[in-house]
């Protein structure tokens, strides 16, 4: 085996078409030897790495999936990988986790607890589980990690072990060895009925945006513009007075927002009404999934940062617990709107969100869109 792995790693950047290589991975896992698999992952990833080779990428790839998503047998094998010196700290885990959980129960998962690998790994898993409804306290294996004092230092131990009813429609990916799917719970803002601009005094308003609260506000979409081709707006106005929630739409016309210059009757805007629960459906999906180019930061911390902007949004206090910030957010007003403007790319990423605070007198809005 030592041979035949060394012969693939040696020429393997000589290769302009890697099928033979995956052909032998699946013939030798599809045979029992899931450690074929895992240690060609590690010899691998010890020679190149750290480098963008695309046959690397491919075969590396196609060998973690093979192993993550078919026979539960195979798991342990997964786990060694990704925990192995090679592998960990390249920032695989949130992936390994996500493929994990969306292919097998917590039960045969258990392994990665009781024996060597990554505790962020672990971290990852615990939260993929999750938002998939497993009970992980209860869960042999499982429960004496989560409920050790060194996993609430880590930064997804901030998000409580069982799902708020605000996330009770997470929209989460499943995964083959040769393909994934996912749905996309927004798309161009111009598909949506023109909004009804009333003629009434908007109260002045002044901007109240810091750059911690944009970076806040836009954390469920920074992977669009940081890995893609996406546009982020991340704004907070603080009003004279309070509000009416049937002037949102006319307040949104006179912000001087970027992704409504232009707004009018060529470019119609359209607002519509919104529940906190659909407004975190929206950004976990930006989160986890990505956009165009890229592919997001995966269940665990697409849910961190779904709840990091949620909170911006509302205006939840630094250091308010998830319970806080859905309780805030429930008082608040929500709007999702968008308009055929040029900044909007009208393709498959379109997002927009106004929030009114309870007491009407601040609105925030975050406005993202990306493009293939």
């Known amino acids: 085996m030592a041979d035949q792995i060394a012969k693939i790693v040696a020429e393997l950047p000589g290769l302009r078409d890697v099928t033979e290589v995956e052909a032998v991975i699946d013939d030798r896992v599809a045979q029992g030897d899931a450690a074929f698999a895992a240690d060609l992952g590690i010899a691998l990833a010890g020679t190149y790495g750290t480098g963008r080779m695309p046959q690397y990428r491919y075969v590396f790839d196609h060998l973690l999936r093979l192993l993550t998503t078919t026979a539960p047998g195979n798991v342990p094998q997964a786990v060694r990988l990704i925990s192995s010196d090679e592998v960990?700290?390249?920032?695989?885990?949130?992936?390994?986790?996500?493929?994990?959980?969306?292919?097998?129960?917590a039960a045969d998962l258990a392994v990665a607890f009781t024996g060597r690998s990554s505790e962020e790994l672990r971290a990852c898993l615990v939260q993929e589980l999750v938002l998939r409804g497993v009970v992980v306290e209860d869960t042999p294996g499982i429960a004496g990690w989560v409920t050790s004092p060194h996993w609430s230092q880590h930064p997804l131990g901030r998000l409580p072990l069982t799902l708020s009813e605000v996330e009770a429609h997470a929209d989460l990916p499943s995964y083959s060895v040769r393909g994934s799917g996912h749905s996309m719970p927004y798309g161009p803002s111009m598909n949506r009925e023109p909004a009804v601009i009333t003629d009434v005094r908007v109260p002045s308003a002044q901007e109240a945006t810091t750059p911690a609260t944009a970076e806040a506000m836009g954390a469920a979409v920074a992977n669009w513009a940081e890995e893609s081709n996406g546009c982020i707006e991340a704004r907070?106005?603080?009003?004279?007075?309070?509000?009416?929630p049937e002037s949102v739409p006319t307040v949104l016309l006179a912000l001087g927002l970027e992704c409504l210059h232009g707004a009018g009757k060529e470019a119609p805007l359209s607002v519509t009404v919104r529940t906190p629960a659909q407004a975190w459906r929206v950004l976990f999906a930006a989160a986890s999934t990505g956009g165009a180019y890229n592919h997001g930061s995966y269940g665990a911390y697409g849910r961190l940062a779904a709840w990091r902007s949620l909170a911006s949004l509302a205006g939840s206090p630094a250091g308010a617990t998830v319970a806080e910030i859905e309780a805030r957010a429930l008082d608040c007003v929500w709007r999702g709107f968008g308009a055929g403007t040029w900044w909007f790319e009208q393709v498959a990423w379109d997002i927009g969100l106004a929030v009114l605070a309870p007491d009407r007198r601040r609105l925030a809005v975050l406005a993202a869109t990306d493009t293939d």
Do not use: I, N
């Open 88 to 105: 960990a700290g390249r920032k695989p885990e949130p992936y390994t986790a996500s493929l994990l959980a969306s292919s097998h129960g």
């Open 236 to 244: 907070v106005f603080d009003l004279a007075e309070p509000l009416d």
